[in-house]
């Protein structure tokens, strides 16, 4: 792991009316492995997600992604430039089959246009082909080769999400935003999804993950914690764990 971060939050704030749901907020996320947030229900993680992937703006403080600020570029924008997000619900074209929806996370790389897609030139089904291809490939990668020709809406919980995982991974992310990725699933399918992020950060890819599972959070190196808005403890597991001000305010204790 190198020490440039790829990511840097500086003393960003987001107020809501007159409730300030972050309180300047500021840390970093090193290139490459894997960074954890934790924090309880309301301490500002969806909010501080929804602003590092350019859904809200913050009312201050800057976002730095690969040296530069990102506040002006859009979600599209920002997804182009490799900082991809998957989400707490996983958002899963229903109607399409398995490797159908992956293929939509390549799509942003594609240089047919809509015209030659249309009139089905031979330049456009040669992409279609090879991003097919790749996505089928990407589909074994994530344990889907089996269903990939299923419809999606018939997929069971631990499938969607590796499915939505998946789907990500195409999108060829340099930072890569996980919202709960474990919401839902057995410890048979959060052990998958853990060898997953793993194989996913040992190619380079960068992970800031959002969960509440501890035994997933367990592969981070370094861990962020949310309380009321504002960082109150960063860390390895062993040292958020043993933080009084992390129990009282995460564990209840």
């Given at each position: 792991m190198t020490s440039a971060p790829l990511l840097e939050l500086s003393e960003v704030g987001k107020n809501f009316g007159g409730f300030a749901a972050l309180k300047a907020v500021s840390f970093t996320v090193p290139t490459g492995g894997i960074t954890g947030l934790m924090g309880p229900n309301g301490s500002g993680k969806t909010t501080l997600f929804n602003i590092i992937s350019g859904f809200i703006a913050p009312s201050n403080?800057?976002?730095?992604?690969r040296g530069k600020a990102i506040g002006h570029q859009s979600v599209q924008e920002r997804s182009l430039d490799g900082l991809v997000r998957t989400?707490?619900?996983?958002?899963?074209?229903?109607?399409?089959?398995v490797v159908e929806n992956v293929m939509t996370g390549a799509y942003k790389k594609t240089r047919s246009g809509l015209m030659a897609g249309l009139l089905n030139t031979p330049a456009s089904r040669r992409e279609i082909d090879a991003t097919r291809e790749a996505a089928l490939a990407t589909c074994r990668k994530f344990d889907l080769g089996a269903v990939a020709g299923k419809q999606a809406s018939l997929l069971p919980a631990g499938q969607r999400r590796l499915l939505e995982l998946a789907r990500a991974y195409q999108g060829d992310p340099q930072l890569l935003l996980l919202d709960e990725p474990s919401s839902g699933l057995t410890t048979t399918e959060i052990e998958a999804m853990t060898d997953k992020l793993r194989l996913i950060a040992s190619e380079g890819i960068t992970i800031l993950i959002v969960s509440h599972d501890m035994d997933l959070m367990g592969i981070a190196e370094n861990i962020h914690v949310l309380d009321f808005g504002r960082i109150i403890c960063s860390g390895s597991m062993a040292e958020v764990q043993e933080n009084t001000a992390v129990r009282e305010a995460y564990l209840g204790v």
């Open positions: 403080g800057t976002v730095a992604y989400f707490q619900t996983p958002k899963v074209f229903e109607r399409l089959t």
